[in-house]
């Protein structure tokens, strides 16, 4: 199992494509596909990667209901 991390926090990869990013007050937050749902994510706390992203397990698991997202 990899060691995955972001921030130097336990991070989990999904599939992703950026659709669009919106800046305000300084922060980026970054709209995502996610294999049909639409996600926004703050920058912060995540990494992108060719096709996926690198998101921060908390984050996730604040956004994921039901299992979904």
């Known amino acids: 199992m990899e060691n ?3 921030n130097n926090k336990e ?3 999904i599939a992703a494509r950026k ?3 919106f800046k305000r007050q300084g ?3 970054i709209l995502f596909d996610c294999e049909g749902d639409e996600v926004w ?3 912060a706390h995540i990494q992108q990667e060719d ?3 690198l998101i921060e397990k908390w984050l996730y698991d604040a956004k994921v209901k039901d299992g979904q997202l």
């Open 41 to 43: 994510f703050p920058s």
């Open 4 to 6: 995955l991390r972001v």
């Open 27 to 29: 922060k980026l937050s």
């Open 19 to 21: 659709i669009r990013s």
């Open 51 to 53: 096709g996926t992203i």
């Open 11 to 13: 991070a989990i990869r």
